[in-house]
């Protein structure tokens, strides 16, 4: 499996809580999607090398993200959809996602998604309280979100996930709960579920550092983060990584193969690649990216991945999720070394339960993966 990457960096305004690169101008817009043709173009051998690492595999999600890939209008997508399929996929893709803002939601635009090739949507949600989307700065209302679903739907999309967010300043559980049972009422396939981060560059790391930012406390979160388990539960939702609940055949195909290590491309500014061996950042500028790719110069910076970095990568993003670490995958790929290491410092989350062996793999059960992070911070080489 390969996956491929579009990012597009616009936004119609910045959320108070968004460190993804994109900008609110949209006077590149253009000229941007045109240097993402040429980014395409001069990439086209990109999985050629990882072919045979891969053992040839061609199949391929593609994920159209941002930014707000629905501010595009329908035919600039999809010259720069049919460019990146024409180019990398053998076959269609398996899985194609594009994600949407429901304020940017209509019919018409919808089916033209379902012409592109489109199977599954996004939809960017948060909350389903008109005061939460206001302090978030997001534009559309409770009633759009809502009916963004219902519009896609009737559109005949099948596999539908929602974001939405807890821990959000005021938000109390029973807020939560109610969150979480207007989106598994809408009948959607995918959940993906985020606690609030702040990052320190956003209005809302301003508004912490000015001490101006009421967040819920520590326990009020453990007890939001497992609300989520278990409304989720209760309609049938499996929980595969930290942050991501499907229906049983609904799990994210372009996600997994992200925590399995498969290869994938980003293309547009900030995008990030990786063939297995070397990451690829992509500039997060616009103007830079769209300068370098008109001057045929450089725009990415490489990171050859050392033996440990791939090892840390491997057990960081594993463990986040149901399928674990494979031993026999860490002892094909990684020295003994390591292996020893991983086997020597798991040991006292095994004996805690912490981390369960089930044959070759190792997991974090679901009831542990709040506090994950500390567990696979003593697995992880410093
Ligand atoms: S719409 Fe999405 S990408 Fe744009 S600012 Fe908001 S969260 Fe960030």
Redesign the pocket.
């Given at each position: 499996m390969i996956g491929i990457y579009l990012h597009i960096p616009f936004?119609k305004s910045?959320?108070s809580y968004?460190d993804?690169y994109?900008v609110a101008s949209q006077s590149l817009v253009q000229t941007a999607v045109t240097a993402m043709l040429r980014e395409v173009e001069r990439r086209k051998n990109y999985f050629a090398p990882a072919k045979s690492f891969f053992f040839g595999a061609r199949q391929a999600t593609l994920y159209i993200g941002?930014?707000?890939p629905s501010l595009l209008p329908p035919d600039t997508l999809n010259t720069l959809i049919q460019k990146a399929i024409e180019t990398f996929c053998a076959v269609p893709p398996l899985e194609f996602t594009v994600e949407l803002?429901p304020d940017d939601v209509t019919t018409e635009y919808l089916h033209r998604l379902r012409d592109m090739g489109v199977n599954r949507i996004s939809i960017?949600i948060q909350s389903f309280f008109g005061d939460d989307l206001q302090r978030l700065n997001?534009r559309h209302t409770a009633q759009q979100a809502v009916s963004s679903v219902l519009m896609a739907q009737k559109a005949g999309f099948e596999n539908i996930s929602v974001d939405l967010m807890y821990g959000l300043p005021g938000m109390d559980a029973k807020r939560w709960r109610s969150n979480l049972e207007a989106a598994l009422s809408l009948g959607v396939q995918h959940l993906s579920a985020y606690a609030l981060t702040i990052e320190k560059r956003t209005p809302f790391g301003v508004l912490q550092r000015k001490n101006k930012l009421l967040l819920p406390p520590e326990d009020e979160l453990v007890m939001q983060h497992d609300l989520l388990c278990e409304v989720s539960a209760k309609s049938g939702f499996v929980h595969y990584e930290i942050s991501n609940f499907a229906l049983n055949g609904f799990f994210s195909k372009h996600n997994a193969a992200y925590w399995q290590q498969q290869p994938y491309i980003g293309i547009g500014p900030s995008a990030h690649s990786y063939n297995g061996r070397q990451r690829q950042s992509n500039v997060a500028s616009n103007a830079q990216y769209i300068k370098n790719m008109e001057e045929e110069g450089d725009f990415f910076e490489v990171e050859n991945l050392s033996q440990v970095e791939r090892y840390n990568e491997y057990v960081f993003t594993g463990l986040r999720t149901i399928w674990g670490i494979s031993l026999s995958y860490l002892q094909q790929i990684f020295d003994k070394e390591l292996i020893n290491y991983l086997l020597n410092n798991a040991k006292k989350h095994i004996d805690s339960k912490n981390i369960v062996v089930d044959g070759d793999r190792l997991t974090i059960p679901e009831n542990r993966w709040f506090v994950a992070d500390s567990i696979i911070v003593d697995l992880i080489w410093a």
């Open positions: 936004c910045k959320c968004c993804f994109s941002g930014g707000t803002n960017g997001r």
